[in-house]
Protein backbone atom coordinates (compact mmCIF):
# COMPACT_ATOMS: atom_id res chain seq x y z
CA UNK A 1 0.00 0.00 0.00
CA UNK A 2 1.04 3.64 -0.98
CA UNK A 3 1.93 5.34 2.25
CA UNK A 4 1.43 8.85 0.13
CA UNK A 5 4.54 9.94 1.98
CA UNK A 6 4.52 13.42 -0.09
CA UNK A 7 1.37 14.53 1.53
CA UNK A 8 0.75 15.37 4.50
CA UNK A 9 -3.12 15.15 4.42
CA UNK A 10 -2.99 11.77 3.15
CA UNK A 11 0.01 10.35 4.93
CA UNK A 12 -0.56 6.53 6.04
CA UNK A 13 -0.62 6.76 9.82
CA UNK A 14 -1.61 4.16 12.18
CA UNK A 15 -2.82 5.58 15.21
CA UNK A 16 -4.61 2.33 16.68
CA UNK A 17 -2.51 2.47 19.78
CA UNK A 18 -2.85 5.54 20.49
CA UNK A 19 -6.96 5.75 20.01
CA UNK A 20 -7.33 2.90 22.34
CA UNK A 21 -4.77 3.62 25.03
CA UNK A 22 -7.57 5.37 27.20
CA UNK A 23 -10.85 3.98 27.95
CA UNK A 24 -13.97 6.03 27.87
CA UNK A 25 -16.30 5.93 30.58
CA UNK A 26 -18.91 3.64 28.99
CA UNK A 27 -22.59 5.24 28.02
CA UNK A 28 -23.84 6.91 25.06
CA UNK A 29 -23.16 10.63 23.91
CA UNK A 30 -25.74 12.25 23.02
CA UNK A 31 -25.74 14.26 19.13
CA UNK A 32 -26.29 18.09 19.11
CA UNK A 33 -26.93 17.60 15.54
CA UNK A 34 -30.12 20.42 15.16
CA UNK A 35 -30.70 20.12 11.55
CA UNK A 36 -30.27 18.06 7.93
CA UNK A 37 -28.40 18.55 5.24
CA UNK A 38 -25.48 19.43 6.21
CA UNK A 39 -23.57 19.23 3.38
CA UNK A 40 -22.31 22.75 2.19
CA UNK A 41 -23.58 21.68 -1.20
CA UNK A 42 -26.95 20.90 0.10
CA UNK A 43 -27.64 23.38 2.39
CA UNK A 44 -29.63 26.48 1.45
CA UNK A 45 -27.81 28.95 3.30
CA UNK A 46 -30.95 31.08 4.52
CA UNK A 47 -32.47 28.04 6.46
CA UNK A 48 -34.45 28.43 9.29
CA UNK A 49 -31.68 27.36 10.88
CA UNK A 50 -28.88 29.63 10.03
CA UNK A 51 -31.26 32.56 10.71
CA UNK A 52 -29.08 34.58 13.85
CA UNK A 53 -27.16 31.42 14.73
CA UNK A 54 -24.02 30.26 15.35
CA UNK A 55 -23.08 28.04 12.56
CA UNK A 56 -19.87 25.78 12.68
CA UNK A 57 -18.38 24.77 9.33
CA UNK A 58 -16.05 21.98 9.45
CA UNK A 59 -14.20 20.08 7.54
CA UNK A 60 -15.41 16.65 6.77
CA UNK A 61 -12.40 14.57 8.79
CA UNK A 62 -12.91 16.89 12.08
CA UNK A 63 -16.00 15.14 13.33
CA UNK A 64 -14.51 11.22 12.93
CA UNK A 65 -11.14 13.06 14.37
CA UNK A 66 -12.64 15.01 17.27
CA UNK A 67 -14.08 12.69 19.77
CA UNK A 68 -15.78 15.08 21.96
CA UNK A 69 -16.84 17.07 18.51
CA UNK A 70 -20.41 16.98 19.90
CA UNK A 71 -20.65 18.17 23.37
CA UNK A 72 -17.93 20.61 23.08
CA UNK A 73 -17.82 22.13 19.37
CA UNK A 74 -21.59 21.46 17.63
CA UNK A 75 -23.65 21.68 20.63
CA UNK A 76 -25.94 24.85 19.96
CA UNK A 77 -24.83 25.59 16.63
CA UNK A 78 -26.14 24.80 13.02
CA UNK A 79 -23.88 23.67 10.94
CA UNK A 80 -22.18 22.75 7.11
CA UNK A 81 -19.39 20.29 6.14
CA UNK A 82 -17.08 20.04 3.44
CA UNK A 83 -13.57 19.00 2.13
CA UNK A 84 -11.87 22.31 0.46
CA UNK A 85 -8.93 19.24 -0.97
CA UNK A 86 -11.56 16.93 -2.82
CA UNK A 87 -14.94 19.11 -3.18
CA UNK A 88 -15.90 20.78 -6.92
CA UNK A 89 -17.69 23.78 -7.47
CA UNK A 90 -16.30 25.71 -4.07
CA UNK A 91 -16.85 29.58 -5.53
CA UNK A 92 -20.56 28.41 -4.40
CA UNK A 93 -19.50 28.20 -1.22
CA UNK A 94 -17.68 31.43 -1.59
CA UNK A 95 -21.63 32.18 -2.17
CA UNK A 96 -23.01 30.36 0.58
CA UNK A 97 -20.57 31.77 3.25
CA UNK A 98 -21.33 35.53 1.94
CA UNK A 99 -25.21 34.51 2.26
CA UNK A 100 -24.73 33.22 5.71
CA UNK A 101 -23.18 36.65 6.52
CA UNK A 102 -25.54 39.34 4.55
CA UNK A 103 -29.25 37.20 4.67
CA UNK A 104 -29.22 34.66 7.45
CA UNK A 105 -27.43 37.27 9.54
CA UNK A 106 -25.92 34.64 11.53
CA UNK A 107 -23.94 36.09 14.96
CA UNK A 108 -21.01 33.88 15.04
CA UNK A 109 -18.79 31.42 12.30
CA UNK A 110 -16.50 29.03 13.09
CA UNK A 111 -14.97 27.15 10.93
CA UNK A 112 -12.81 23.95 11.92
CA UNK A 113 -10.05 22.34 10.58
CA UNK A 114 -7.74 19.00 10.41
CA UNK A 115 -4.00 20.03 10.85
CA UNK A 116 -3.35 18.84 7.54
CA UNK A 117 -1.99 21.74 5.05
CA UNK A 118 -4.63 21.49 2.52
CA UNK A 119 -7.47 22.01 5.44
CA UNK A 120 -6.66 25.78 5.30
CA UNK A 121 -8.78 25.82 2.16
CA UNK A 122 -11.63 25.77 4.01
CA UNK A 123 -10.30 28.89 6.03
CA UNK A 124 -8.83 30.77 3.12
CA UNK A 125 -12.37 30.29 1.82
CA UNK A 126 -14.13 31.94 5.12
CA UNK A 127 -12.04 34.43 4.67
CA UNK A 128 -12.77 35.33 1.14
CA UNK A 129 -16.37 35.26 1.60
CA UNK A 130 -15.95 37.40 4.73
CA UNK A 131 -13.74 40.03 2.43
CA UNK A 132 -16.91 39.92 0.13
CA UNK A 133 -20.26 40.17 2.31
CA UNK A 134 -21.47 43.37 3.27
CA UNK A 135 -21.32 42.29 7.10
CA UNK A 136 -18.59 41.33 9.15
CA UNK A 137 -19.02 38.60 12.27
CA UNK A 138 -16.66 37.35 14.60
CA UNK A 139 -15.13 34.17 13.10
CA UNK A 140 -13.13 31.69 14.85
CA UNK A 141 -10.57 29.19 13.94
CA UNK A 142 -10.08 26.02 15.47
CA UNK A 143 -7.48 23.20 14.77
CA UNK A 144 -7.86 19.50 15.12
CA UNK A 145 -4.65 17.40 15.35
CA UNK A 146 -5.19 13.88 13.42
CA UNK A 147 -5.32 12.19 17.35
CA UNK A 148 -8.39 14.30 18.05
CA UNK A 149 -6.38 17.00 20.00
CA UNK A 150 -7.16 21.02 19.51
CA UNK A 151 -3.95 22.48 18.54
CA UNK A 152 -4.87 25.95 18.48
CA UNK A 153 -8.54 28.09 19.18
CA UNK A 154 -8.73 31.62 18.07
CA UNK A 155 -10.54 34.69 16.74
CA UNK A 156 -9.26 35.63 13.50
CA UNK B 1 -2.07 28.61 68.74
CA UNK B 2 -1.37 31.97 67.12
CA UNK B 3 -4.41 33.20 65.23
CA UNK B 4 -2.41 32.10 62.29
CA UNK B 5 -1.60 28.99 62.96
CA UNK B 6 -5.59 28.40 62.73
CA UNK B 7 -5.87 29.75 59.44
CA UNK B 8 -5.98 27.19 56.29
CA UNK B 9 -4.32 28.20 53.04
CA UNK B 10 -7.48 28.20 51.88
CA UNK B 11 -8.73 30.68 54.09
CA UNK B 12 -6.60 33.00 53.06
CA UNK B 13 -7.22 32.51 48.83
CA UNK B 14 -10.30 34.20 50.37
CA UNK B 15 -8.92 37.04 51.87
CA UNK B 16 -8.11 40.31 50.20
CA UNK B 17 -4.74 40.47 48.90
CA UNK B 18 -3.88 44.34 49.62
CA UNK B 19 -4.67 42.87 53.21
CA UNK B 20 -2.45 39.52 52.68
CA UNK B 21 0.51 41.92 51.45
CA UNK B 22 0.07 44.50 54.50
CA UNK B 23 0.73 41.39 57.02
CA UNK B 24 3.10 39.46 54.78
CA UNK B 25 4.89 42.20 52.40
CA UNK B 26 6.61 39.32 51.16
CA UNK B 27 3.89 37.85 49.19
CA UNK B 28 4.27 40.84 46.94
CA UNK B 29 7.54 39.84 45.10
CA UNK B 30 5.98 36.34 44.47
CA UNK B 31 3.25 38.02 42.77
CA UNK B 32 5.70 40.13 40.85
CA UNK B 33 7.82 37.54 39.82
CA UNK B 34 4.32 36.89 37.85
CA UNK B 35 3.73 40.18 37.02
CA UNK B 36 0.93 40.08 38.76
CA UNK B 37 0.69 43.98 39.85
CA UNK B 38 -1.32 43.70 42.88
CA UNK B 39 1.14 45.75 45.08
CA UNK B 40 0.48 48.98 42.75
CA UNK B 41 -2.78 48.42 41.64
CA UNK B 42 -4.84 52.06 43.59
CA UNK B 43 -7.86 49.84 45.10
CA UNK B 44 -6.27 45.65 45.52
CA UNK B 45 -9.48 44.39 46.43
CA UNK B 46 -9.70 41.42 45.07
CA UNK B 47 -9.78 38.32 46.75
CA UNK B 48 -6.15 35.96 46.56
CA UNK B 49 -8.14 33.42 44.60
CA UNK B 50 -9.74 35.75 41.53
CA UNK B 51 -6.21 37.13 41.30
CA UNK B 52 -5.38 33.13 40.57
CA UNK B 53 -7.89 32.78 37.80
CA UNK B 54 -8.07 36.05 36.66
CA UNK B 55 -4.02 36.23 35.65
CA UNK B 56 -4.71 32.54 34.13
CA UNK B 57 -1.55 31.39 35.25
CA UNK B 58 -0.65 27.86 33.78
CA UNK B 59 -1.74 24.75 36.57
CA UNK B 60 2.20 24.42 37.10
CA UNK B 61 2.74 28.22 37.74
CA UNK B 62 -0.41 28.12 39.83
CA UNK B 63 1.01 25.88 42.02
CA UNK B 64 4.60 26.64 42.09
CA UNK B 65 2.70 30.35 42.93
CA UNK B 66 0.17 28.86 45.80
CA UNK B 67 3.75 27.11 47.62
CA UNK B 68 5.58 30.48 47.62
CA UNK B 69 2.71 32.20 49.25
CA UNK B 70 2.08 29.30 51.78
CA UNK B 71 5.63 29.05 52.90
CA UNK B 72 5.62 32.85 53.11
CA UNK B 73 2.50 32.75 54.84
CA UNK B 74 2.92 29.51 57.15
CA UNK B 75 6.67 29.44 57.49
CA UNK B 76 8.33 26.56 58.37
CA UNK B 77 5.01 24.80 58.21
CA UNK B 78 3.98 21.83 55.63
CA UNK B 79 0.90 23.22 54.07
CA UNK B 80 -1.23 21.52 51.79
CA UNK B 81 -1.95 23.75 48.56
CA UNK B 82 -5.75 23.71 47.86
CA UNK B 83 -6.67 22.59 44.53
CA UNK B 84 -6.87 24.98 41.46
CA UNK B 85 -10.34 26.43 41.62
CA UNK B 86 -9.88 26.94 37.75
CA UNK B 87 -13.48 27.62 36.36
CA UNK B 88 -12.31 29.27 33.10
CA UNK B 89 -10.48 27.69 29.60
CA UNK B 90 -6.74 28.09 28.94
CA UNK B 91 -6.13 31.04 26.70
CA UNK B 92 -7.07 30.84 23.52
CA UNK B 93 -3.71 32.03 21.25
CA UNK B 94 -2.88 35.52 21.94
CA UNK B 95 -5.60 37.31 20.14
CA UNK B 96 -8.47 39.14 21.86
CA UNK B 97 -12.03 38.52 20.15
CA UNK B 98 -13.09 40.85 17.62
CA UNK B 99 -15.37 42.78 20.97
CA UNK B 100 -12.71 42.99 22.97
CA UNK B 101 -10.15 43.94 19.70
CA UNK B 102 -12.21 46.56 19.57
CA UNK B 103 -11.78 47.76 22.60
CA UNK B 104 -8.21 47.38 22.54
CA UNK B 105 -8.32 49.81 19.83
CA UNK B 106 -10.35 52.34 21.20
CA UNK B 107 -7.87 52.55 23.97
CA UNK B 108 -4.72 53.81 21.22
CA UNK B 109 -6.35 56.82 20.61
CA UNK B 110 -6.79 57.43 24.13
CA UNK B 111 -3.40 56.38 24.89
CA UNK B 112 -2.05 58.80 22.36
CA UNK B 113 -3.99 61.21 24.02
CA UNK B 114 -2.43 60.68 27.79
CA UNK B 115 1.05 60.45 25.64
CA UNK B 116 0.37 64.40 24.85
CA UNK B 117 -0.73 65.15 28.28
CA UNK B 118 2.66 66.50 29.91
CA UNK B 119 3.07 68.58 26.97
CA UNK B 120 -0.34 69.51 26.79
CA UNK B 121 0.13 70.79 30.53
CA UNK B 122 3.30 72.67 29.65
CA UNK B 123 1.36 74.43 27.25
CA UNK B 124 -1.78 75.62 28.79
CA UNK B 125 -3.17 78.97 28.11
CA UNK B 126 -6.63 80.41 30.26
CA UNK B 127 -5.37 83.70 29.52
CA UNK B 128 -6.95 83.37 25.75
CA UNK B 129 -10.16 82.44 24.36
CA UNK B 130 -7.98 80.02 21.73
CA UNK B 131 -6.31 78.73 24.32
CA UNK B 132 -9.20 78.08 26.87
CA UNK B 133 -11.01 76.38 23.82
CA UNK B 134 -8.20 74.17 23.33
CA UNK B 135 -8.89 73.10 26.87
CA UNK B 136 -12.54 72.77 26.35
CA UNK B 137 -11.94 70.19 23.24
CA UNK B 138 -9.41 68.23 24.99
CA UNK B 139 -12.01 67.67 28.02
CA UNK B 140 -14.41 66.88 25.19
CA UNK B 141 -12.37 64.26 23.91
CA UNK B 142 -12.36 62.98 27.48
CA UNK B 143 -16.20 63.25 28.33
CA UNK B 144 -17.28 62.56 24.60
CA UNK B 145 -14.69 59.56 23.07
CA UNK B 146 -13.34 58.27 26.31
CA UNK B 147 -16.08 58.34 28.47
CA UNK B 148 -19.40 58.66 26.51
CA UNK B 149 -18.42 56.58 23.26
CA UNK B 150 -15.71 54.14 25.03
CA UNK B 151 -16.81 53.58 28.66
CA UNK B 152 -20.48 53.86 27.76
CA UNK B 153 -19.69 50.55 25.59
CA UNK B 154 -18.08 48.09 29.03
CA UNK B 155 -20.88 49.79 31.56
CA UNK B 156 -23.89 49.64 29.40
CA UNK B 157 -22.94 46.41 27.29
CA UNK B 158 -19.85 44.37 28.29
CA UNK B 159 -20.22 44.48 31.85
CA UNK B 160 -23.91 43.40 31.72
CA UNK B 161 -22.68 39.85 30.69
CA UNK B 162 -20.55 39.35 34.20
CA UNK B 163 -20.99 39.90 37.75
CA UNK B 164 -20.83 43.82 38.41
CA UNK B 165 -20.16 42.85 41.64
CA UNK B 166 -16.90 41.37 40.77
CA UNK B 167 -14.11 43.24 42.55
CA UNK B 168 -12.41 43.63 39.16
CA UNK B 169 -15.33 45.12 37.64
CA UNK B 170 -15.61 47.60 40.68
CA UNK B 171 -12.28 48.21 40.53
CA UNK B 172 -12.63 49.37 37.18
CA UNK B 173 -16.02 51.47 37.83
CA UNK B 174 -14.12 53.39 40.46
CA UNK B 175 -11.51 54.28 37.66
CA UNK B 176 -14.28 55.42 35.52
CA UNK B 177 -15.82 57.69 38.46
CA UNK B 178 -12.51 58.76 39.49
CA UNK B 179 -12.24 59.82 35.78
CA UNK B 180 -15.24 61.70 35.41
CA UNK B 181 -14.82 63.50 39.24
CA UNK B 182 -11.09 64.63 37.11
CA UNK B 183 -13.17 66.32 34.26
CA UNK B 184 -15.90 67.93 36.79
CA UNK B 185 -13.39 69.76 38.42
CA UNK B 186 -11.02 70.34 34.79
CA UNK B 187 -14.23 72.67 33.86
CA UNK B 188 -14.72 74.17 37.28
CA UNK B 189 -11.54 74.88 37.21
CA UNK B 190 -11.05 76.33 33.46
CA UNK B 191 -14.27 78.93 34.79
CA UNK B 192 -11.97 79.88 37.23
CA UNK B 193 -9.31 80.15 34.78
CA UNK B 194 -7.26 78.52 37.55
CA UNK B 195 -4.45 76.49 35.42
CA UNK B 196 -2.70 74.84 38.57
CA UNK B 197 -6.40 73.02 39.33
CA UNK B 198 -6.72 72.41 35.30
CA UNK B 199 -2.73 71.38 35.41
CA UNK B 200 -3.28 68.88 38.60
CA UNK B 201 -6.60 67.10 37.47
CA UNK B 202 -4.89 66.30 33.81
CA UNK B 203 -2.04 64.96 35.69
CA UNK B 204 -4.00 62.60 37.72
CA UNK B 205 -6.22 61.84 34.86
CA UNK B 206 -3.41 60.71 32.45
CA UNK B 207 -2.17 58.50 35.65
CA UNK B 208 -5.22 57.12 36.29
CA UNK B 209 -5.64 56.15 32.51
CA UNK B 210 -1.83 54.79 31.80
CA UNK B 211 -2.78 52.16 34.72
CA UNK B 212 -6.42 51.70 33.50
CA UNK B 213 -5.95 50.94 30.13
CA UNK B 214 -2.86 48.59 31.64
CA UNK B 215 -5.32 46.57 33.77
CA UNK B 216 -8.00 46.55 31.15
CA UNK B 217 -5.51 45.44 28.32
CA UNK B 218 -3.44 42.68 30.55
CA UNK B 219 -6.04 41.54 32.63
CA UNK B 220 -9.31 42.64 32.51
CA UNK B 221 -10.26 41.88 28.81
CA UNK B 222 -8.30 38.73 28.37
CA UNK B 223 -10.34 37.02 31.63
CA UNK B 224 -13.53 37.78 30.08
CA UNK B 225 -12.52 36.69 26.53
CA UNK B 226 -11.85 33.10 28.33
CA UNK B 227 -14.97 33.51 29.86
CA UNK B 228 -17.41 34.52 27.35
CA UNK B 229 -19.13 32.26 25.12
CA UNK B 230 -18.95 32.01 21.15
CA UNK B 231 -22.47 33.22 21.04
CA UNK B 232 -22.02 36.12 23.55
CA UNK B 233 -18.95 37.12 21.35
CA UNK B 234 -21.32 37.16 18.72
CA UNK B 235 -23.90 39.47 20.76
CA UNK B 236 -21.21 42.16 21.86
CA UNK B 237 -19.78 42.40 18.52
CA UNK B 238 -23.24 43.00 17.18
CA UNK B 239 -24.14 45.06 20.43
CA UNK B 240 -20.95 46.96 20.08
CA UNK B 241 -21.69 47.71 16.35
CA UNK B 242 -24.97 49.14 17.29
CA UNK B 243 -22.88 51.91 19.35
CA UNK B 244 -20.64 52.48 16.97
CA UNK B 245 -23.38 53.43 14.87
CA UNK B 246 -25.08 56.13 17.18
CA UNK B 247 -22.25 57.20 18.37
CA UNK B 248 -19.04 56.53 16.50
CA UNK B 249 -19.54 58.81 13.42
CA UNK B 250 -17.81 61.25 15.49
CA UNK B 251 -14.39 59.11 15.77
CA UNK B 252 -12.45 60.94 12.66
CA UNK B 253 -13.11 64.15 14.17
CA UNK B 254 -11.35 62.88 17.52
CA UNK B 255 -8.71 61.43 15.75
CA UNK B 256 -7.56 64.47 13.89
CA UNK B 257 -8.02 66.58 16.79
CA UNK B 258 -5.64 64.27 18.77
CA UNK B 259 -3.59 64.65 15.84
CA UNK B 260 -3.22 67.86 15.64
CA UNK B 261 -2.65 68.36 19.55
CA UNK B 262 0.61 65.82 18.58
CA UNK B 263 1.83 68.11 15.55
CA UNK B 264 1.04 71.26 18.28
CA UNK B 265 3.27 69.32 21.33
CA UNK B 266 4.93 66.26 20.88
CA UNK B 267 5.78 66.30 17.19
CA UNK B 268 9.64 66.70 16.45
CA UNK B 269 8.48 70.40 14.89
CA UNK B 270 7.60 71.33 18.06
CA UNK B 271 10.34 70.20 20.03
CA UNK B 272 12.27 72.27 17.64
CA UNK B 273 10.70 74.73 18.81
CA UNK B 274 11.16 75.03 22.31
Redesign the interface.
Known sequence: MNDNSGCPGSKMQDLRKTATAVEEAPGKVKSQLQQWPIQLHLVSPVAPYFQGT?VLLTADCVGYALGSFHPDYLK??SIAIACPKLDEGQEEYIEKIKSWLDNAK???L?IMIMQVPCCRGLLNLAQEASRQAQRK??I?AVVVGIQGDIL????? | MTQQLELTLTDYTNKNIKDIIREFPAVADVLNSYNIGCVSCGLGTCLFKDIVQIHALSPEDEAVLMSGMARIIFPGREVAVPASQRKTRPPAGGGYSPPMKKLVDEHRLIKRWVAVIPAFIGGLDVSTESGRELIREAIDFIRSYADKYHHAKEEAILFKYFDENLEIIKIILADHENARARVREMLAALERRDKEIIAANLKAYADLLTEHIKKEDEVLYRWMDRNLTTHQVGNLFSQFQGTDEELGSATPKYEEFISKLEKKFTSKEAQNER
Open positions: DGKINTTVPKSEEWL
